[in-house]
T-cell receptor, first 112, second 115 residues
């Protein structure tokens, strides 16, 4: 059964810092990996989708990498801002029509 | 339209009530999902509909009854719920299940409180 682990569970940094969130998964037979952002009590907003054949994706200040063979992905946030404060979830998609397997998330606080 | 719309946003119901959650998407996606999320936990898969047919039921109690009337709509009928069923219920959609490269789009959720 696929398991997804996110490290750290929580992170608090001053505004302006660059930071890295980590995600690892146990079964490398994935089709893609998706990073989401979730604000308290809200739904999930998709940030980046990386296909299994890709190494990285970029969107603005966000860059996500994928090393499928080692079962790892990282989300890099450049020049962090207080508005980046949220929980970041990593999710992998395996075979079949079943849903995503989620990590437990990283709760990020950016201090003004 | 690149959104998944869920209604209502908030719902308070008694344990003897019957209510329904609604989800709608107009992206042409043919797979739709219900997730349940408790506080400070990741979403947990409840049901998967593929081409309007129920393909996965993750051992969800029968007091939750899903329905997919057409390719754009997904309902979750609720009856005789327990207080522990209080949670954020998320709807999601993705392209046809065979198109495994597609990402998931989530709605903003329904915050359900059972009293």
């Amino acid at each position: 059964k696929q398991e997804v682990t996110q490290i750290p569970a929580a992170l608090s940094v001053p505004e302006g810092e660059n930071l890295v969130l980590n995600c690892s998964f146990t079964d490398s037979a994935i089709y893609n990996l998706q990073w989401f952002r979730q604000d308290p009590g809200k739904g999930l907003t998709s940030l980046l989708l990386i296909q299994s054949s890709q190494r990285e994706q970029t969107s603005g200040r966000l860059n996500a990498s994928l090393d499928k063979s080692s079962g790892r992905s990282t989300l890099y946030i450049a020049a962090s801002q207080p508005g980046d404060s949220a929980t970041y979830l990593c999710a992998v998609r395996g075979g079949g029509a079943d849903g995503l397997t989620f990590g437990k998330g990283t709760h990020l606080i950016i201090q003004p | 339209d690149t959104e998944v719309t869920q209604t209502p946003k908030h719902l308070v119901m008694g344990m003897t009530n019957k209510k329904s959650l609604k989800c709608e998407q107009h992206m042409g996606h043919r797979a739709m999902y219900w997730y349940k999320q408790k506080a400070k936990k990741p979403p947990e898969l409840m049901f998967v509909y593929s081409y309007e047919k129920l393909s996965i039921n993750e051992s969800v109690p029968s007091r939750f009854s899903p329905e997919c009337p057409n390719s754009s709509l997904l309902n979750l009928h609720l009856h005789a719920l327990q207080p522990e069923d209080s949670a954020l219920y998320l709807c999601a959609s993705s392209q046809a299940p065979g198109l495994i490269t597609g990402g998931y789009t989530f709605g903003s959720g329904t915050r359900l409180t059972v009293v």
